[in-house]
Nanobody, 124 residues
Framework: QVQLVESGGGSVQAGGSLRLSCSGS????????MAWFRQAPGQEREGVAS???????GYADAAKGRFTISRDNAKNTLYLQMSSLKPEDTAMYYC??????????????????WGQGTRVTVSS
């Protein structure tokens, strides 16, 4: 059973940085494609960034140039380095895993396993 646990969320002022982590267990981590999603209050969950089993990456427009997704297969850990944070980045951030070939689309339906989320609050 795939288990994902996020950490690293918190409160930060606009312009600041945070690094989120997602620890995976219960599966062959290196074979799965991974992603970060976020959900703000009253809004749908949206994709932020993805990284394939081969290390290739993709970003939503809102994340390009500010966020960096990475993975350490030896530690079964996914990261999201966020910089130049804005108040509109405030959301619950979730990591997700899939072995679907549709992972690059960054759509929730393409991902089969989810963490419980970590909250990020950016104040102006």
């Amino acid at each position: 059973q795939v288990q994902l646990v996020e950490s690293g969320g918190g409160s930060v002022q606009a312009g600041g940085s945070l690094r989120l982590s997602c620890s995976g267990s219960g599966y062959s981590y290196s074979r799965f494609h991974m992603a970060w999603f976020r959900q703000a209050p009253g809004q749908e969950r949206e994709g932020v960034a993805s990284i394939g089993s081969d290390g290739s990456t993709g970003y939503a427009d809102a994340a390009k140039g500010r966020f960096t997704i990475s993975r350490d297969n030896a530690k079964n850990t996914l990261y999201l380095q966020m910089s130049s944070l804005k108040p509109e980045d405030t959301a619950m951030y979730y990591c997700a895993a899939t072995n679907s070939p549709m992972w690059r689309l960054l759509r929730t339906w393409a991902y089969s396993a989810w963490g419980q989320g970590t909250r990020v609050t950016v104040s102006s």
